[in-house]
């Protein structure tokens, strides 16, 4: 795809430039929400679901959740996809303004109406889209309605408690990383002990749900006490033929503050498609509108220079009163993200292998999302970033913020899908091409062959305590489960081939 147009990405600034202003006055609070009929989240297949899942009367509305149209479309045409992509861009930003309105309306359910009639003329033009060169999914039928549901950790927070899961499997999302950085903790691993020092806007006071610096959260029950989670990583035992090597790139911690609220994977040529800021290292020229050859053609951060790969994520930021020179603007305030954005003090890109075979190079311009930036509202069936602590890595959160003792420092892992289909480099939902290895036995799915694994570790030196969170769509509430990571391969071909012989040669390479 060619760029169409530039935009300067905005550059990190230091103290200067930075708001500070009560949290309160620059946007809305989300607490005191008025008690209202909430449903449980509509599955991905329809509208509504039956009155009998209901949440019941006596619950606060806390968000708004919407079927994902993007899920149910495993094809599209290609001639159809860019008109796809910007269609689904666009439910996005209707929900994101719902929220906005959401937020301020007395009465919750009213937003719900409006919303609909936006969405189903959207979805049409998507089934008209695709109807062009093929047939439309039919599940497309009724995901225009949308529900009010509760934050279910609401008043939790509390309870506190030991209450991991020892090892439980989370879809095959383990594999290969060297040390404690293992993926999958056991979800809903304990509650926060009530800890706070000031640094999260007073969270579990008495704004009620959804506190955070935003107003819409984090709040108190999304952290946990890393002291309080039980050891939980579990790896496939490495078998004969096994490819033991490692790849690490060094490409910095985005010093140099390259952001911008764009993901030129899902929502290519669409300003503000992601509603939250990212961090970039590597490539940098990524943005909304860079074509491969606008990557193949960039400046990169990596010390190797023929690693131009585009690694993003959501940004982390401070929940301490401090904000951004972005709090006025797409995907910063205008989207529910302020705070004092983060520089990682570390960020490791590793490569791995695989535990039962030997791997395959990455071709050039594949992309790989980890994580499902929406998991609140869809569940954790793509959610697969991880939360920690240094010194604790042999514990990991999926669903909560650790609150790291002193000295320790919080880390955010992502490990990549390790698997691919062996023929295209993306695909309509941006997930089917790739695949995680069995989280078991260390086997890709059938039809597909082992690659290098990206494992990604960031790590954040915050004072300790309930005080920080992840951008979000507002929507998501910044809960810990709507992290992710994004990588498109812009590895010089030769330099991939050397990847793939540094990890099936059992050497650790940089």
Same mark, same amino acid.
């Given at each position: ?45 329809? +509208? ?85 060169? +093929? ?33 439980? /499997?989370?879809? +095959? ?139 993003? %994520? ?72 991880? %939360? ?81 969170? !992840? /951008? ?17 391969? !812009? ?20």
């Amino acid at each position: 795809m060619g760029r169409t147009s530039r935009r300067t990405s905005r550059k990190r600034s230091k103290l200067a430039g930075r708001a500070i202003a009560a949290s309160a006055a620059l946007i809305l609070g989300g607490g005191g929400l008025v008690a209202v009929n909430v449903y449980a989240n509509a599955d991905e297949g329809g +509208g509504p679901p039956p009155e009998s899942q209901a949440q019941g009367a006596g619950q606060q509305a806390t968000t708004i959740s919407c079927p994902d149209v993007g899920n149910q479309l495993p094809e599209v045409p290609e001639g159809a996809r860019a008109e796809v992509d910007r269609e689904l861009a666009t439910l996005d930003s209707q929900i994101t303004d719902a929220y906005a309105r959401f937020a301020e309306a007395e009465d919750k359910n009213s937003v719900l109406g409006p919303l609909a009639e936006q969405r189903r003329p959207t979805i049409e033009n998507i089934r008209s889209a695709i109807d062009q060169d +093929g047939r439309a999914p039919q599940n497309l039928d009724g995901m225009a309605p949308c529900t009010l549901r509760a934050d279910d950790d609401g008043g939790r927070g509390q309870q506190g408690g030991d209450q991991g899961q020892d090892g439980q /499997d989370q879809g +095959g999302q383990n594999q290969g990383g060297d040390g404690d950085q293992g993926q999958n903790g056991g979800q809903d691993q304990g509650q926060n002990q009530g800890q706070g020092d000031g640094q999260g806007g007073d969270q579990g006071g008495d704004q009620g749900q959804g506190q955070g610096q935003a107003g819409n959260g984090p709040e108190a029950g999304d952290f946990v006490d890393i002291k309080s989670v039980r050891p939980n990583v579990q790896k496939p035992r490495k078998q004969r033929g096994a490819s033991r090597g490692t790849f690490t790139t060094n490409c910095g911690t985005n010093e140099n503050g390259k952001f911008n609220p764009d993901n030129v994977i899902v929502a290519p040529g669409v300003s503000n498609g992601a509603h939250h800021m990212h961090d970039y290292v590597g490539n940098q020229e990524t943005d909304a509108f860079s074509g491969d050859d606008d990557l193949a053609n960039g400046d990169t951060s990596c010390r190797n220079q023929g690693d131009k790969s585009t690694y993003y %994520w959501p940004v982390l930021r401070l929940q301490n009163g401090n904000n951004e020179n972005d709090a006025d603007a797409d995907g910063g305030g205008r989207d529910k993200n302020v705070g004092e954005i983060q520089t990682p003090d570390q960020v490791t890109l590793k490569f791995v292998g695989s535990p039962v075979s030997k791997v395959t190079a990455m071709p050039r311009f594949l992309r790989i999302i980890t994580g499902d930036a929406k998991a609140f509202t869809n569940g954790d069936a793509n959610a697969n970033a991880s %939360w920690s602590c240094t010194g604790f890595e042999n514990r990991q959160l999926k669903d909560k913020y650790p609150i790291c003792p002193q000295g320790s420092k919080v880390v955010r892992t992502f490990n990549f899908q390790s698997c691919w289909d062996g023929q295209n480099t993306d695909s309509a939902n941006h997930r089917t091409h790739v695949a995680f290895a069995d989280q078991r036995s260390g086997r890709c799915p059938q039809g597909f062959r082992a690659i290098p694994q990206l494992v990604q570790r960031i790590v954040y030196d915050v004072p300790p305590g309930p005080g920080f969170a !992840v /951008d979000s769509f507002p929507e998501q509430l910044h809960k810990p489960i709507t992290d992710h990571g994004d990588f498109i391969n !812009v590895f010089d071909e030769r330099l991939m081939q050397r990847v793939a012989k540094c990890v099936n040669g059992n050497r650790r390479c940089t």
